[in-house]
């Protein structure tokens, strides 16, 4: 007889939580149940077409439980597998994991009966899920080292939510003219350091890409782009590497951190300041506002908000730049409507 399948729905960038969560589920249940996890490198075998594998899953499933996180609320596959399941009478169980609460879930997910992990209670409301939806009895628990083990790793998130859920992405560029070497060795002086801290890399002639990075080079320079939720792996390597190929050692790097919509700011400068007065912000270069050393203004690119950020080198530190968005968000310079911190 054919066991019965449910879809687990998530953001690929919570694999290793979803996938440390599948293992314990599948062994407190027997095995009774087929789990589909689209990032497990076992439900979607090398070589198969990915979205054809993931329509194949939909059609057979009986039921669908969507982890929303701070990375999969982004997701636009999420409310995809949601909605394609829905509309197939497919019952669909919302759940909040990792900091997120269901009742600051926005429609249509919340509308939804679901319930939020936040504690080993909340895993065991996904056993009691199992036996109510089919009929099983299962006893096994989860306990409170198993539910502080899949949390561990996110310890950096909760406490910095604003940054990793607000920061969508983040860029920044050396011009050619800025750099004591050819972009060409340039390239290959950032690859040694990647190398150095163990990462796979890809490279090409002109560009190094490695999980959560990808550097190119243009006919301006060196261009930059990090994933948020690596930035602080990241970025103490790339800080390292380029005091070494840059002609100016007290050279200034400008970050651009492109903001989720609806995120945005308040607009005109004196509201800024009048919001920022009881905090530790002092003017700073031109239109720049500085918080301990690091010089930062607001603006729209392509109706999007961006936080730019100017820097020395000794002075950009990933503490810092997640405090000063945190700080944003607190006195309201920064806000958005589902924010919940």
């Not at 197939?88 to 600051?104: A, Q």
């Not at 890809?202 to 006919?219: A, K, V, Y």
């Not at 905090?279 to 603006?299: A, C, H, S, T, V």
């Amino acid at each position: 007889m054919s066991k019965n399948s449910i879809f687990f729905s998530h953001s690929s960038k919570d694999k290793e939580q979803l996938v440390k969560l599948k293992e314990l589920f599948v062994d407190k249940t027997g095995g009774a149940v087929d789990v589909f996890l689209s990032s497990d490198g076992q439900s979607i075998p090398l070589g198969r077409n990915w979205v054809h594998r993931i329509q194949e899953e939909l059609n057979k499933t009986t039921l669908l439980i969507v982890f929303l996180t701070h990375n999969s609320i982004k997701s636009s596959w999420v409310y995809f597998e949601a909605g394609y399941s829905y509309s197939k009478n497919i019952r669909v169980v919302p759940v909040g994991f990792m900091g997120v609460d269901l009742s600051n879930v926005p429609p249509p997910l919340s509308l939804l009966q679901g319930f939020n992990i936040s504690n080993k209670d909340g895993l065991d409301n996904l056993i009691a899920l199992i036996n109510e939806e089919f009929g099983h009895s299962h006893a096994s628990f989860f306990t409170d080292d198993e539910f502080n083990m899949l949390i561990s790793d996110s310890n950096t998130k909760e406490k910095n939510l604003p940054f990793f859920y607000a920061v969508e992405d983040i860029n920044f560029e050396l011009d050619t003219d800025e750099l004591n070497c050819s972009r060409e060795s340039a390239i290959n002086i950032l690859q040694k350091s990647l190398e150095t801290q163990n990462l796979e890399i890809r490279d090409n002639s002109n560009s190094i890409e490695c999980f959560g990075l990808r550097i190119f080079s243009t006919i301006h320079g060196l261009d930059f782009n990090i994933d948020p939720n690596l930035f602080e792996n990241i970025l103490p390597v790339l800080i390292d590497s380029i005091t070494k190929i840059v002609t100016d050692e007290n050279y200034e790097l400008t970050l651009f951190l492109e903001l989720v919509p609806p995120t945005d700011y308040v607009s005109g400068s004196h509201k800024i300041t009048a919001l920022l007065l009881k905090f530790d912000i002092q003017f700073g270069k031109e239109e720049y506002l500085n918080y301990k050393g690091l010089n930062f203004k607001l603006q729209h690119n392509n109706q999007a908000a961006t936080l730019i950020i100017k820097s020395s080198l000794k002075d950009l530190q990933v503490t810092k730049i997640y405090n000063l968005v945190t700080l944003l968000f607190d006195s309201r310079v920064l806000y958005n409507e589902y924010e919940n911190w």
